[in-house]
């Protein structure tokens, strides 16, 4: 911290936006609440700037279901719904600020960018000793092109080109006015209204590690640019499982219906291809298998849809902090044909689990006819899943 900042009495507040979904990411839950380095994304936002001694307090936008991993709130902080867009989030952010001086300094932050450290935010406050509107911004490593039409095109100067990323600093009454006269414009950031008023932005350093979790490989650069990454040991497990076929049932296989005469008879769905992953999953983590988490003695796994049981493997390895790298699922029958219905599997699992599709391979084989698969008594499934876990 500057000798300045250390002088500097503590007089900003934050608005933390924590309202998105991030469907781009393909988690199973917003991704501001995925697990990173022990504790949800969002509360390392949330811990950085009410940790921050330059920092009053602040407005946490966000839902019943993400705050509840932020409970209690810290001294200083209230809550604020999030709208449907990012701008209504941050009109609500202020909404609950009307009590505060308009000379005040605001940080708006998204909690998708957990790498926020007390240097940026200083160097922020900072710059607002003779400004109105400060944004921390990147230089652009990379060369750019334009696209038409999925062909590559002319360069483009990145001489002049910046990332910007947030937190931004503003004076209240600035990011006020800049809200109200926004009505029917939409931006990705504060300081793209604010510019519209005629406001000057003034720009300061950003920080690598306010990388943006927007897909689900972001997740693994974070943890190298936050310092979280820990030894990692790759652990295989091996899941086999075989149903009866009869007539009357719905054949479920690898998570979708498939039309076929008969249905596999089980407590569950009894879709063999999930439950020879689940037990897969379960035995990298050395975890049990299948029956001792959900026994079929229990009478509230009578016909459930084995997705839950496979989801519920894959949240085990997230909550020990490790990912699922590949899984390798055959099933073997006689009948229906597989090859037909591949891809909608491999989409179904990297559903159920958030996991790329790319890392999921099913295969299909018959017995030649022998055996009870052969017969068309049954359907058997085997899986490999090859996870990544940090070692202890």
Same mark, same amino acid.
């Given at each position: ?7 500097? +009495? ?18 199973? &839950?917003?991704?501001?609440?995925? +697990? ?15 940790s921050h001694p330059r920092i009053m307090g602040g407005v946490l936008v966000a839902d019943d279901a993400a705050a509840a991993d932020a409970t209690p709130l810290p001294t200083g902080w209230r809550r604020a719904a999030p709208g449907n867009? &990012? ?34 935010v200083d160097r922020l406050i900072d710059a607002l000793s003779g400004a109105e509107v400060a944004i921390p911004v990147l230089p652009v490593p990379d060369t750019l092109v334009e696209l038409s039409e999925a062909e590559a095109g002319e ?104 039309? %076929? ?5 089980g407590h569950s769905d009894a879709d063999v291809a999930l439950h020879a992953l689940t037990d897969a999953v379960l035995g990298a983590l050395g975890d049990g298998d299948i029956g001792d988490h959900f026994p079929p003695s229990d009478p ?19 909550? &020990? ?14 009948? +229906?044909?597989?090859?037909? %219905? ?10 159920? @689990?958030?996991?790329?599709?790319? %890392? ?9 006819? @022998? ?18 876990? +940090?070692?202890?």
């Open positions: 911290m500057t000798e300045s900042a250390r002088s500097a +009495p503590a007089h900003a507040v934050a608005i933390l936006l924590a309202g998105g979904r991030g469907v781009r990411a393909g988690f199973d &839950r917003p991704k501001q609440a995925m +697990p990173l380095g022990g504790k949800p994304v969002l509360q390392w936002s949330l811990d950085a700037l009410a867009e &990012r701008q209504q989030s941050v009109a609500n952010g202020l909404a609950e600020l009307a009590d505060r001086d308009g000379d005040m300094i605001v940080l708006v932050h998204d909690a998708a960018r957990p790498g926020l450290t007390p240097a940026v360069v483009v100067d990145r001489a002049a080109l910046v990332r910007v990323q947030t937190p931004q600093a503003f004076r209240l009454k600035t990011l006020r006015l800049a809200h109200a006269e926004a009505q029917g414009i939409t931006a990705t950031d504060d300081a793209q209204l604010a510019r519209r008023t005629g406001v000057k932005v003034t720009t300061v350093a950003g920080d690598a590690a306010l990388h943006k979790l927007t897909y689900a490989e972001d997740m693994a650069i974070l943890e190298g640019l936050m310092g979280l990454r820990k030894m990692m040991r790759t652990a295989v497990g091996m899941g086999y499982d075989v149903h009866r076929l009869v007539a009357g049932r719905p054949l479920w296989l690898g998570g979708i219906e498939i039309a %076929h005469s008969h249905g596999l008879d509230q796994w009578r016909g459930a849809a084995s997705d839950r049981f496979l989801a519920f493997a894959g949240e085990r390895v997230v909550a &020990r902090g490790g990912r699922i790298s590949h899984l390798d699922l055959t099933i073997i029958a006689e009948a +229906p044909r597989i090859g037909p %219905h591949r891809a909608a599997i491999r989409a179904r699992i990297a559903e159920i @689990l958030a996991i790329p599709v790319e %890392h999921i391979s099913v295969k299909a084989t018959t017995t030649e006819r @022998l055996g009870f698969t052969g017969r068309q008594e049954g359907i058997a499934a085997q899986a490999v899943a090859t996870l990544q876990l +940090p070692e202890n």
